[in-house]
Structure formats: structure tokens, C-alpha cells
């Protein structure tokens, strides 16, 4: 079966740095999008990156453009948040997520179909 699991996440200085990675399992890594979101407490999951199967787009939500920058490894079957410029409002449980195959689109979270169980980010002042 699919699996993604997140890791890298943690307690961070605003301006910080962190990188997270997401290992998948159980599928043809290169024949999929991938994507990340991320929640706030008493917030909805929302968009922040899209990397598609071939690396020749990548959307990014405009809170983290500029700052976030998402690549993928597909000999190892692993997609990379780099986070950069930390600011407390970053501060969430951060998934990954597989784009659906026939999925056009990269922004809303019923785009994806499977998910990992998610890593926290911290970012403090």
C-alpha cells in the first residue's frame, strides 16, 4: 500500500532554516505529483507547494514564495519542503501528500489521495 512519511520537522528560531522530507513507499514515485500543505491549530489544512512528476512546474503558495522552495529525488522516491526565512505564522503540522493521477489541478487538499501522517514545525519569535 501507499505510504508517505514526513520527517524533519522541529523547533526553530524565526529566520531559521529547517528541511523536511517525505519518503514514499508503494507506489511508481515518478508517475505522481507531489505536494504539501500544512495546519494551524484551529485552522484548515491549506496549499503551500506542488511539484509536478517530471520537476518542470512547482507552485507555491505566495505566504512561502520566495522562502519555501519544494524538489523531489525520484532514484530515492522522496520529495523535499527546503524552508527558509522562518516566521512564526509557519509554525503548523506539515503533510505530504500524492497528487490523484488525472488531477489537473495542485491547490486544493481533493486533489490528493493519499497523505502522510504529518511532522510539526515550530517557529519561534
Known amino acids: 500500500q501507499v505510504q508517505l512519511v514526513e520527517s524533519g520537522g522541529g523547533l526553530v528560531q524565526a529566520g531559521g532554516s529547517l528541511r523536511l522530507s517525505c519518503a514514499a513507499s508503494?507506489?511508481?514515485?515518478?508517475?505522481?505529483?507531489m505536494g504539501w500543505f500544512r495546519q494551524a491549530p484551529g485552522k484548515e489544512r491549506e496549499f503551500v507547494a506542488h511539484?509536478?512528476?517530471?520537476?518542470?512546474?512547482?507552485y507555491y503558495a505566495d505566504s512561502v514564495k520566495g522562502r519555501f522552495a519544494i524538489s523531489r529525488d525520484n532514484t530515492k522516491n522522496t520529495v523535499y519542503l527546503q524552508m527558509n526565512s522562518l516566521k512564526r505564522e509557519d509554525t503548523a503540522v506539515y503533510y505530504c501528500?500524492?497528487?490523484?493521477?488525472?488531477?489537473?489541478?495542485?491547490?486544493?487538499?481533493?486533489?490528493?489521495?493519499?497523505w502522510g501522517q504529518g511532522t510539526q514545525v515550530t517557529v519561534s519569535s
Open positions: 501528500a500524492r497528487a490523484r493521477y488525472y488531477s489537473g489541478g495542485y491547490y486544493h487538499p481533493d486533489e490528493y489521495d493519499y
Open positions: 511539484i509536478s512528476r517530471s520537476v518542470v512546474n512547482r
Open positions: 508503494g507506489l511508481t514515485f515518478s508517475n505522481y505529483a
